[in-house]
């Protein structure tokens, strides 16, 4: 079974503060995703990744940045954390090719004051 | 071109009755159609998921019919049970790197 873990459930934060989330995944895949989601809102993506040191903007990704150097593990940063970051936030993950489809995370929620 | 529709936004379901949730998609390019159950607090779960060259699809009490013409597909729950409540989402996605979503839909089956 794939498993994709994040560092935090519940994570409380201050404005202001660097804020680094941590997803890892066991399965080898080639891709790794970061969503925000917020009620009503869906889910919004905020960056992926298909590769080790490569990555690509999604639809929101203002106030944020990634790091993915190792395959397995692909970090969300808020380097200046505002209330407005207050979410749920999913890490993801799937293979390359043809019917590959994505696995999430548990999930963390950030509360930031 | 890259949006899912999804509807109905929340359902209300009798245990025991069928719940229908349908969406519809525009790139004809998405080769993969997995639907997604999340419980509050929770990540999205893998359901079940169809390819476009299969009319449907079943596992259990989950049947995904897809009509690839009408760029459509369909969820279906059979025998509804209180457990099964829950937001569904359906996507599209290609070649495992691009995903979309639908909004999702809040599933109600009373006991």
């Known amino acids: 079974d794939v498993k994709v873990t994040q560092s935090s459930r519940y994570l409380v934060k201050r404005t202001g503060e660097k804020v680094f989330l941590e997803c890892v995944q066991d399965m080898d895949h080639e891709n790794m995703f970061w969503y925000r989601q917020d009620p009503g809102l869906g889910l919004r993506l905020i960056y992926f990744s298909y590769d080790v040191k490569m990555k690509e903007k999604g639809d929101i990704p203002e106030g944020y940045s990634v790091s993915r150097e190792k395959k397995e593990r692909f970090s969300l940063i808020l380097e200046s954390a505002s209330t407005n970051q207050t979410s749920m936030y999913l890490c993801?993950?799937?293979?390359?090719?043809?019917?590959?489809?994505?696995?999430f995370g548990p999930g963390t929620r950030l509360l930031v004051l | 071109q890259q949006q899912v529709k999804q509807s109905p936004q929340s359902l209300i379901v009798q245990k025991g009755g069928i719940s229908i949730i349908n969406c519809a998609y525009e790139?004809?390019?998405?080769?993969?159609f997995p639907w997604y159950q999340q419980f509050p607090g929770k990540g999205p779960a893998l359901l079940i998921a169809i390819r476009p060259d299969v009319s449907e699809k079943k596992e259990g009490r989950f049947t995904i019919s897809f009509n690839k013409s009408a760029k459509q597909f369909s969820l279906h729950i059979m025998d509804s049970q209180p457990g099964d409540s829950a937001t569904y989402f359906c996507a599209a996605s290609y070649y495992g790197q691009n995903f979309v979503f639908g909004p999702g839909t809040r599933l109600s089956v009373l006991p």
């Open positions: 790139n004809t390019a998405f080769d993969y």
């Open positions: 993801a993950s799937s293979d390359r090719g043809p019917q590959e489809t994505q696995y």
